[in-house]
Structure formats: C-alpha cells, structure tokens
C-alpha cells in the first residue's frame, strides 16, 4: 500500500539515490506500481450510485471532486490507497459515506480487503475524521477560490496523466487551461541562486513565455521566482507548484508574484489541501509535478545537493528533455550543473545561449511572423522591460534602493552605505517594497522581485558560453 504523508512518501516507497541524478542526494522513487491503481478511472467513466448508503450531515451538498479533496487531506493517503478505497466504495462520496456511518471504518477496512487491498483501521479512521469534516473543506476551498481537478476530470492535465502514480487531485487557483498549453518548458534552480544565475533564468523565462511557451517553476526564491517573474513581464502564462497547500504559501515572500500570475492568466497548483504547511518531504513531490507537467526542464544552477536535480532526475526518469545551464567551476551553484553535463552526455543537454534553446526546443519559428527575434537574443538586447518605467511614480529614496539592488542582491549596511540614507529608512522603503512585490528578502539579503526582477540592468551582459551573449533579464 502506498501512502503519503505530509512529511513525505511512505510505504512502498524507498529514500534511493535516483540513477539518472548521481550525487543530486536522496530523492523519492518509487518501486514500480501499476500505471493506474485500482480505481482511479479515466476521464468521463461513471461510478455507482451512493443513494443507499448512511449519509453524514452535510454531505448531500458534496460533489465528487469535493469528497476526493476531502480524502487525499487525510495524512497518510497516496494514489495506491485512494484507488482501493474508491474501487471498494464505488465512489468518493461513498467512501465517505461507509466510514462516517455505523462501524464505518471496519466495514470500509474489510471491504477495501474483499477486493484484495489492505487499509489500515487508524487510517479508515481518520477517513470518518474526514467526512465529518468534508462540507467545511468544500466551503473553505470555494471561498478561497480553489478548483479542484480530479484526475477523472477532462480538466486534468495529459501530460501529468502520463506519469506512473499522477497525483489524484490536484488544488488550482487561477486559469485551470494554463495546465494545457500547447508548449512547456519548466525552469528550475537552487533558491541560494548567483546573480548570473538569477539574470539568466529571468532571460530563458522571458524568452520561453514571448516564444508562446508556458513557463512552469516552484515559485522559490531565486531561480524559481526570476523565471516566473520574467514570464509574467514578457506577458506570457506561467505555472507555479507549490511544495504547501495554498494557505500556507511559501515563500509569504513571492505572494505578490503568486497573485501576479494568476491575473496573468497563469496558475498556482499544489497536490496539497490549503492548510497543510511546507515540510521537506513535499518538496520532492512538488519537483515531479513540475516536471511532469512539462515537455522539457531547464535546470539554470545547481548545487550539489539542489533539489533542482531532483526535478532533473523526474525530467529523465520521465522520458523527457533535460537541459543544463553550465557555469564556472569555481562557483557552487554551478557544482551540480557541470556534473550532470559530465555523468549524462546525451541526456542532459547543454544550454550554450538562449537563442539556441529556443531552437533546441523547437521554438523558433520557421514560417509566418516570428515569435521571437533569435538577432537580438544573440545580439545580447535586452529582453526585458525598463526598470526606470517600472520604477516611475516612486519616490527619490524608494527609487535609489531598488536601483541600487537591479545589479545584485544586498545586505541592509550595504544599502545604508550605497544611498547614504539611515537603516531605519532603508528598512521602510523595503517594507513598501516587499508589500508591493518588487523586493524579495532571502538568506539575510534583498533582491529585487516580481516585475523588477524581470528588468534588464543597462549594460549587464552574461556570457552562456561558445561565444553567445545574452543581455542579463529577469531576477
């Protein structure tokens, strides 16, 4: 039986060094299960009637997806154990509906066994728990503006459908089509990200979402929140998997860019219920779902230990595009990137300048108007927006100490030396900063953020190799 806790994946599942990612640390594989279990079914199929089962108070007002997001909320479900339980029930609401009534969890238990599974009394349990509580999950994910996409349903996305154990259901606030663009391409990276780093994945991601790709990313610090934010400012659709339910969004740091996107016309999705917090073993998780909803992954920096090569293994293990920024071997964030390009000659593909990526990935246009102009992106222009045009409105002080963070993240004191003003102004500056998005605080240093992140500093140029030049874009 497999089940998922909120720390993480248990039962059939092993803590393994993934094979396609040496030296990335332990990651979540899993032993191999059937594509689909027991019943979870495919889309449009119909399940049995619950009209002769006990009903709990409030359940009448319940749809399916509603009793499906009510039993992945319970600790220690994942996809194996939800199957035997609706191919025991016949449907979620049944299920629901046999535990909550008398001597539920022991019925739900042996009939889940008289097809040939097994659940746990605690766990069947904790499933009447949760049909107790179904009707105020319902109405708590409705007020917060949360679809609830079953796997059944044809707003499921196909890509993630084609993984072993997709995850069943899954939480969205925005635009559910962004999930089904007809191009993806995620772009990942360590959250302690260089400023090279941090200029380049603002550069992809601006060119990816102008090219009519839609960006998929975690919406960390670092990497993660410069390619969504150059995406946003590029006027393109991104999508952002949280390692949280979606009130308990983290980084609180990148909300504004969370809100940002969704009025893009983008996504913030999670497999996770609204209440459940971030904890390590979510994060893997999260890392297959990015992956698994794109058609390629573009790892920019790496540590040793990132958990950006977790993504990069799911990337591979899933039979897709992998392609690895290199960097200077001096520099740890490029540690894990240079590896793999080393270990995994023809697998992981290296990205020698934005233009080329572009056609790598089959998005430079041959015919009709061009989606992008591959001159400039080689020329080293900038891709985009003028940061003084961002920053226009805002007062002398306010406009001084975002400048000053355009070239490169900084400490509180460097600021108060740089623009001379006193920490406590500083800090209040920051503050109206941080509310509206523009400044992100990380690791004890400011960087900016959100559409400032996307800007292109006059005159920063990075190098990516083989002789291209890319103007730095995006933050």
């Given at each position: 039986?497999?089940?998922?806790?909120?720390?993480?994946?248990?039962?059939?599942?092993?803590?393994?060094?993934?094979?396609?990612?040496?030296?990335?640390?332990?990651?979540?594989?899993?032993?191999?299960?059937?594509?689909?279990?027991?019943?979870?079914?495919k889309p449009g199929a119909s399940r049995?009637?619950?009209?002769?089962?006990?009903?709990?108070?409030?359940?009448?007002?319940?749809?399916?997806?509603?009793?499906?997001?009510?039993?992945?909320?319970?600790?220690?479900?994942?996809?194996?154990?939800?199957?035997?339980?609706?191919?025991?029930?016949?449907?979620?609401?049944?299920?629901?509906?046999?535990?909550?009534?008398?001597?539920?969890?022991?019925?739900?238990?042996?009939?889940?066994?008289?097809?040939?599974?097994?659940?746990?009394?605690?766990?069947?349990?904790?499933?009447?728990?949760?049909?107790?509580?179904?009707?105020?999950?319902?109405?708590?994910?409705?007020?917060?503006?949360?679809?609830?996409?079953?796997?059944?349903?044809?707003?499921?996305?196909?890509?993630?459908?084609?993984?072993?154990?997709?995850?069943?259901?899954?939480?969205?606030?925005?635009?559910?089509?962004?999930?089904?663009?007809?191009?993806?391409?995620?772009?990942?990276?360590?959250?302690?990200?260089?400023?090279?780093?941090?200029?380049?994945?603002?550069?992809?991601?601006?060119?990816?979402?102008?090219?009519?790709?839609?960006?998929?990313?975690?919406?960390?610090?670092?990497?993660?929140?410069?390619?969504?934010?150059?995406?946003?400012?590029s006027g393109g659709r991104t999508v952002?998997?949280?390692?949280?339910?979606?009130?308990?969004?983290?980084?609180?740091?990148?909300?504004?860019?969370?809100?940002?996107?969704?009025?893009?016309?983008?996504?913030?999705?999670?497999?996770?219920?609204?209440?459940?917090?971030?904890?390590?073993?979510?994060?893997?998780?999260?890392?297959?779902?990015?992956?698994?909803?794109?058609?390629?992954?573009?790892?920019?920096?790496?540590?040793?230990?990132?958990?950006?090569?977790?993504?990069?293994?799911?990337?591979?293990?899933?039979?897709?595009?992998?392609?690895?920024?290199?960097?200077?071997?001096?520099?740890?964030?490029?540690?894990?990137?240079?590896?793999?390009?080393?270990?995994?000659?023809?697998?992981?593909?290296?990205?020698?300048?934005?233009?080329?990526?572009?056609?790598?990935?089959?998005?430079?246009?041959?015919?009709?108007?061009?989606?992008?102009?591959?001159?400039?992106?080689?020329?080293?222009?900038?891709?985009?927006?003028?940061?003084?045009?961002?920053?226009?409105?805002?007062?002398?002080?306010?406009?001084?100490?975002?400048?000053?963070?355009?070239?490169?993240?900084?400490?509180?004191?460097?600021?108060?030396?740089?623009?001379?003003?006193?920490?406590?102004?500083?800090?209040?500056?920051?503050?109206?900063?941080?509310?509206?998005?523009?400044?992100?605080?990380?690791?004890?240093?400011?960087?900016?953020?959100?559409?400032?992140?996307?800007?292109?500093?006059?005159?920063?140029?990075?190098?990516?190799?083989?002789?291209?030049?890319?103007?730095?874009?995006?933050?």
């Amino acid at each position: 039986m497999l089940g998922v806790g909120r720390d993480g994946a248990r039962g059939e599942w092993r803590v393994a060094e993934v094979p396609t990612a040496r030296g990335d640390g332990p990651a979540f594989e899993p032993e191999p299960p059937a594509a689909r279990p027991a019943g979870l079914m495919k889309p449009g199929a119909s399940r049995a009637p619950t009209s002769g089962l006990a009903r709990p108070a409030g359940s009448p007002s319940l749809d399916e997806a509603d009793a499906w997001a009510a039993l992945v909320a319970v600790d220690g479900i994942g996809p194996v154990t939800l199957g035997a339980a609706l191919a025991a029930g016949g449907s979620g609401r049944a299920v629901l509906e046999m535990a909550a009534g008398p001597g539920g969890p022991a019925r739900l238990a042996d009939a889940v066994a008289a097809r040939g599974g097994r659940l746990d009394i605690a766990l069947a349990r904790a499933i009447a728990d949760a049909a107790q509580q179904a009707p105020a999950l319902a109405a708590r994910v409705r007020g917060l503006g949360i679809t609830v996409v079953t796997i059944e349903s044809t707003a499921y996305p196909e890509r993630l459908r084609l993984l072993d154990l997709p995850p069943p259901v899954l939480f969205l606030r925005g635009d559910p089509s962004a999930l089904h663009a007809s191009r993806s391409v995620a772009v990942v990276g360590t959250r302690r990200a260089s400023e090279r780093g941090r200029r380049i994945a603002g550069a992809i991601g601006g060119a990816l979402a102008s090219a009519g790709a839609l960006v998929v990313s975690g919406l960390a610090v670092g990497i993660d929140g410069a390619a969504h934010a150059a995406a946003v400012a590029s006027g393109g659709r991104t999508v952002a998997v949280l390692g949280s339910g979606h009130e308990r969004l983290y980084p609180r740091a990148h909300a504004h860019l969370a809100d940002e996107i969704v009025a893009g016309g983008g996504a913030i999705v999670s497999e996770l219920a609204p209440d459940v917090g971030p904890l390590p073993g979510t994060f893997p998780r999260r890392n297959r779902v990015i992956s698994g909803l794109a058609d390629a992954s573009v790892i920019v920096e790496a540590g040793e230990r990132s958990g950006a090569l977790i993504t990069a293994s799911w990337t591979l293990e899933q039979g897709r595009e992998c392609f690895v920024v290199p960097g200077p071997i001096d520099v740890p964030q490029s540690v894990g990137c240079n590896r793999m390009l080393r270990l995994y000659p023809g697998q992981a593909r290296a990205v020698p300048g934005v233009a080329e990526l572009l056609e790598d990935l089959g998005l430079m246009a041959t015919d009709g108007p061009p989606r992008v102009d591959a001159r400039s992106l080689r020329a080293g222009r900038t891709v985009g927006p003028d940061p003084e045009a961002i920053l226009a409105g805002r007062g002398t002080v306010e406009a001084a100490v975002a400048r000053a963070l355009l070239p490169r993240a900084a400490t509180l004191q460097e600021l108060v030396d740089e623009t001379g003003h006193a920490p406590a102004t500083i800090l209040a500056i920051l503050t109206r900063l941080e509310n509206d998005g523009l400044v992100v605080a990380a690791l004890g240093r400011y960087a900016v953020g959100g559409s400032l992140a996307a800007t292109t500093p006059t005159g920063r140029r990075t190098h990516l190799g083989h002789g291209s030049v890319v103007r730095e874009a995006g933050g």
